[in-house]
């Protein structure tokens, strides 16, 4: 059986928790929210056995890694500057760079940015396009409203409390909620109502959740809470005129990306994801839809997502 060690490290000013698995080249899981390196425990293994050095890091603000107090801490040039930090921390000159979710932008700003450290880049969930022609928060506002729950997010200490309430209801109904056997959701915070009063209590876990699952959440954001992974969204807008000089630039790694049909994000995405993505991604390999399936495509359907991974990974 692949063991899986976990340590910390010294990057970019943090001290990073990471899991790790597996000799050969490098490839880093990043994960999004609200998750931790957790969230890649059906991925560490089968990695490693297919002749890879996997890392999952905590990223900022997450789990057991550091956790600046400062919003502004939290850009996109500060995620993407952990990841090259990390990269050299462990030794390595390239990696192939994994996200989900929050980890996809990640993923895709790393390969933006520093192509010469990214040997292939894959995203699951969190499709990308061109850069938008104004700020974001605004446009979501007039697409979605001001409950739209990344512009509710916006406020530090309105969600954070609300969220580290009950955590073991928190991601019970997270989970749930966007997973593929959950009702389609409306991810707005109505008039009135809370951030959780957008998920339904389920009457039983998903097959691929369990109680031990939600409990492992619970007690990594016991200990870390929530405004530090809030923070990643309180500076979309910073992010935008950060990335001003790269209006324009394309992701030139070879490219994957993983998404559910009843996911969210692909839903937001619009009808044209794929032609977007491809304007921005020329080596866009494969974009993979698995049916039936929500937001969490590693947990749900790990098989299928491992597969795909391996067979990108032995092409490059």
């Known amino acids: 059986m692949t063991e899986i060690t976990r340590r910390f490290v010294e990057a970019n000013g943090l001290r990073v928790h990471l899991a790790e698995a597996g000799d050969g080249p490098l490839v880093l899981l990043l994960h999004g929210f609200p998750e931790t390196s957790y969230n890649w425990r059906h991925q560490m293994a089968p990695l490693a056995a297919a002749g890879y050095h996997v890392v999952a890091p905590d990223q900022r603000g997450y789990g057991r890694t550091s956790r600046p107090e400062r919003i502004e801490d ?32 990640v993923a895709w700003h790393t390969a933006m940015f520093r192509p010469d450290l990214v040997r292939g880049v894959v995203s699951l969930s ?14 979501l506002r007039a697409r979605l409203g001001e409950g739209f729950y990344m512009n509710y997010f916006q ?22 909620g966007l997973s593929g056997e959950a009702p389609a959701l409306i991810p707005v915070v109505r008039e009135g109502t809370e951030p959780m009063d957008m998920f339904p209590e389920p009457d039983r876990l998903p097959g691929w959740l369990s109680e ?22 309180r500076n979309l807008d910073r992010n935008w005129e950060l990335t ?27 009808p044209d994801m794929e032609a977007r993505m491809r304007a921005v991604v020329p ?10 399936t929500g937001h969490w495509v590693a947990e ?16 490059l």
Not at 212 to 233: C, H, M, R
Not at 245 to 254: H, K, L, M, S, V
């Open 74 to 105: 939290y850009t996109i040039l500060h995620l993407v500057g952990d990841v090259v930090a990390l990269i050299e921390a462990l030794g390595e000159r390239q990696a192939v760079v994994v996200g989900h979710d929050w980890g996809g932008p």
């Open 126 to 139: 969190s499709p990308t396009g061109p850069r938008a022609s104004r700020p974001p928060l605004g446009l």
């Open 155 to 176: 406020q530090p200490g309105v969600a954070d409390p609300v969220l580290e309430r009950d955590l073991p209801t928190t991601f019970r109904r997270i989970m749930y």
């Open 212 to 233: 031990g699952d939600i409990a492992a959440y619970a007690a990594e954001f016991a200990e870390s809470g929530f405004t530090g992974p809030l923070n990643w969204y």
């Open 244 to 270: 001003a000089a790269f209006d324009g630039a394309r992701i030139t790694p070879p490219a994957l990306f993983i998404g559910g049909d009843k996911d969210l994000n692909v839903a937001v995405a619009g």
């Open 283 to 292: 080596d866009l390999r494969d974009m993979v839809l698995l049916r039936d």
């Open 300 to 315: 749900e359907r790990p098989a299928e997502v491992n597969a795909h991974l391996i067979d990108f990974l032995k092409s």
